[in-house]
């Protein structure tokens, strides 16, 4: 690396940058000629790394591969990074069936209704021997696998772990790879970790098994920054190492101090977007043929747009709009909700038993109020991210209504490009109310009429009002874009480094 000072946790020395994350920036395939080709990775934390990645161009990013053409490129990968759009890879295979375990029976099913508080206690989750393997034979294999993997890289780029080593290790999939990673590279290596999912209360954590519940928090105070999106959810993980471990932590420092005598920074560094990359896209001629179909839509627009996750909320956000036209009967024919729903996680029963209740209810609501002439919500669930965007710019309002959210770049992307001064209605529970809800409409998301009233007080609102909210709604989300976000580490990794020594 040739980045010093600043960015650097030395000063005096140059710093060795690695990603390590479960997905990557680009899935490989073949194309009907039999050539490799590759198309790039979609989702925000996808987008935020690839700004760290344009910071240093010698990093390298360590991924799971996901495709027969990805194994093909881990293969070729061993020995040196595959270079690709400018980036460095390195692809990881793990064993078939360890990687299902970990991310099919523990990670997904487990540990994210844990974050998101999505199981009905009285009957779920029960835990038990299938547990224990997944944990045993699934997470802990895969996550040893990485560390091995960064461990092999960082011993063919000449020079091994040292001081200079900075590792970013980011969310769920790999909470135990700090530990491993401690244990091959040492004390010299710098080890950040980013969650990118709500942490819950230590009521919460508790919910795991004992053997899961303490061998994350101590693989995780092997880091020496543990990061998350909000300040809330930073409280949450102090405390829950102090009552699930006993450890000393200092809240308002944001500081873990563990057994051997480390010290481990807490901290919140709130992820953003590029203004400019959906201002640009906004303009494209892609979104523009798009809009048209948005014109079409009687009425007023009401917009979500959601992976299909019980997170968020989509259910009852389809009730709140069923009380508001029942409430406010001459609402009806005035406003489309259209609901952009991407599916996810369809291997899992809980999901895919939600995906039909949306339907379900869906159904009702237009069978309920719909006319000749009007479908009281236009359900969009085709992969077309421009007809997202130019969804965007021509919404009246946006309901973000998650359950529990780690942040929700939609509040953000949305809010940036939109262009008919849309009201923004956002779920106390979700990571940007830290940042956007003092201009926002708030809601609970478990209050059917909170939120009807909400849609109905943000479909009537002035124009000053409206215009008020979105100026500084834009304001806000370009004071902290994701440069800052990545400079915000990077000056953090420096700092802690020299603390250090």
Known sequence: MTARAEGNPKADGEMRLVIVSNRGPVTFSRDDSGGREHSRGAGGLVTALNA??????????????????????????????????????????????????????????????????????????????????????GYVPVNENFAEAVARTLE???????????????????????????????????????????????????????????????????????????????????????????????????????????????????????????EDLARSEEVENEEERIEDLPGKLLLRVDRIDLSKNIVRGFHSYDRMLQQHPEMREQVTFLA???????????????????????????????????????????DNFPFSVAAYKNYDVLLVNAVRDGMNLIAKEAVVVNEKDGVLILSENAGAHEELGEHALTVNPYDIDEQAGALYEALTMSDDERARRVEALQSTIRSNTIEEWVEAQLKDIAAHGKRRG
């Open 52 to 137: 760290v990645m344009r910071r240093e161009e010698e990093a390298v990013w360590i991924a799971s591969a996901q495709s027969e053409e990805d194994a093909r490129v881990a293969a070729e990968s061993r020995e040196a990074p595959y270079e690709v759009e400018g980036l460095k890879v390195v692809l990881v295979e793990h064993d078939e069936e360890a990687y299902e375990l970990m991310y099919n029976h523990l990670a997904n099913p487990l540990l994210w209704f844990v974050h998101h508080g999505l199981y009905d206690l009285p009957y779920a989750p029960e835990l038990g021997d299938e547990t224990r393997r997944a944990w045993e034979e």
């Open 156 to 278: 063919a780029s000449d020079g091994g772990a040292g001081d200079e080593t900075v590792i970013l290790v980011h969310d769920y999939q790999l909470y135990m790879t700090p530990l491993y990673l401690r244990e091959r590279l040492g004390e010299d290596a710098f080890i950040s970790v980013f969650i990118h999912i709500p942490w819950p209360e230590p009521e919460g954590w508790r919910i795991l098994p004992v053997y899961a519940r303490e061998g994350i928090l101590r693989s995780l105070l092997q880091a020496d920054i543990v990061a998350f999106h909000t300040r809330g959810y930073a409280r949450s993980f102090i405390r829950t190492v102090r009552e699930v471990l006993g450890v000393e932590v200092d809240e308002e420092e944001g500081v873990v101090r563990t057994e051997g005598g480390r010290e481990v920074w807490v901290r919140a560094y709130p992820i953003s977007i590029d203004p400019r990359e959906f």
């Open 340 to 382: 952009r729903l991407q599916p996810s996680r369809e291997d899992i029963p809980e999901y895919a038993a939600y995906a039909e209740a949306i339907q379900e209810t869906v159904d009702q609501v237009n069978k309920k109020y719909g006319t000749g002439s009007w479908e009281p919500i236009v359900l969009s669930m085709e």
